[in-house]
């Protein structure tokens, strides 16, 4: 049985360090995110997993693949574990959105839950996708502690949902940070939230709001 859930940002990308929102481009990871990769993965093989789902993104496949040279299974790929679709706004910062598109910005920000720009998906959308992801892997039962590479935004929607009152959208979740969360009679609680102590103090990159994509 599924006790213990690790969510782990993907490394950090030329994207990220820009501020410019990924969505699903395929922004591989930059020199720093393959060592925050590297440090991760000498943290996690202490952790007893016995599974390891991943975005099929490509930074977050880049970022599994560092971690599945310590362990001894294989990584389950995802596309529901993708980051938030921005559409016509992937590539953008949140200065150009506003600038470049003042309406649709306003948008966003009046209904933060199922504004959609276009080609893009909404919160909603990514909760869905995210939950039934969430929900496959716990009852996969592959043991007590499973970890999930995913993106800033896909991983708040879904704690949002499961732990509404965690406030997880006041956190600033860094490039390989380590979120992990428990099982109790209550339900699901988070246990330790943005966790960088296994970079030793390197650089990790948090997301700019208005909820970016990373």
Not at 37 to 60: E, P, T
Not at 71 to 78: C, E, P
Not at 169 to 195: C, K, M, P, R, Y
């Amino acid at each position: 049985m599924v006790k213990r859930v690790v969510f782990i940002r993907a490394g950090e990308t030329d994207w990220n360090r820009l501020g410019r929102w990924q969505g699903w481009v395929a922004s591989p990871l930059n020199a720093h995110g393959q060592r925050q990769a590297h440090k991760l993965a000498q943290f996690i093989r202490n952790l007893g997993l016995s599974a390891l789902y991943s975005s099929d993104l490509v930074r977050a496949r880049q970022t599994a693949e560092l971690l599945d040279e310590v362990l001894d299974f294989a990584v389950v790929y995802d596309e529901r574990l993708r980051e938030r679709n921005a559409g016509a706004w992937q590539g953008m910062t949140l200065q150009e959105m506003r600038d470049w598109y003042p309406d649709e910005f306003a948008g966003l920000t009046a209904d933060p839950e199922n504004f959609r720009v276009a080609g893009a998906e909404s919160r909603a959308d990514v909760r869905a996708r995210m939950r039934a992801a969430f929900d496959a892997a716990v009852a996969a039962d592959a043991g007590e502690t499973i970890a999930i590479v995913s993106h800033t935004t896909a991983i708040k929607l879904l704690l949002d949902q499961i732990i509404p009152a965690a406030g997880v959208f006041d956190l600033d979740f860094g490039n390989t940070s380590v979120t992990t969360i428990h099982a109790s009679q209550q339900g699901w609680e988070i246990v330790v939230a943005q966790d960088v102590s296994h970079l030793d103090g390197m650089e990790s990159q948090a997301v700019p709001e208005v909820e970016g994509n990373s």
